[in-house]
């Protein structure tokens, strides 16, 4: 019985690049950079755009609407000195946020950047919320584009996949 192991393709070495990158630019946290470029390094240069796009703008729409809800969060938790109502009033908060950025996405014809989105949103209010959420939200936001850069730059000049796939 021959066993045979499948070969190292170009878009895993591609990809493997791409999180060297990331880790030399990002060496204290490139956690969001290098999974932003290994998203980014498509079969297709127009599907790393398109990827791209999503990341991107899903990554700053969900920041931006996080530091909005966190900020009526906060002045919620700060009106209202009963723990468990104002603890109830950010959780209904944080959910309308939800639904906010998934209609933010539909509205401007975005889905690809829904699930992002969401991610962005609820890493800004809930697991940053009270640390510096507008350090937090930039930094990863900087992140995030920088990964998506080094992931389209290395599946564009890195041997760019054939075209006829596009």
Known sequence: MKITFPKIGLRTIKT?????????LFPNEPFFACMTSVFCV??????????AINRGLGTILGAIIGLTFLILCRFFTFEINIYPISKLLVYI?????????????????KPGAINI????????TTTHAFTDPIFYAT????ETL???????????FILPPNSNKA
Not at 44 to 50: A, G, L
Not at 117 to 124: P, W, Y
Not at 139 to 142: D, E, G, L, P, V
């Open 16 to 24: 493997a690049i791409a999180v060297f990158l990331c880790l030399l």
């Open 42 to 51: 498509q079969d297709t240069v127009s599907n790393s755009i398109n990827m």
């Open 93 to 109: 908060t944080i959910g309308l946020g939800i639904i906010v950025v998934i209609y933010i996405c539909n509205l401007i014809k």
């Open 117 to 124: 989105s969401c991610i962005a949103f609820l890493a800004v």
């Open 146 to 156: 920088f990964g998506i850069f080094i992931g389209l730059l290395v599946n564009k």
């Open 139 to 142: 930094n990863r936001t900087i």
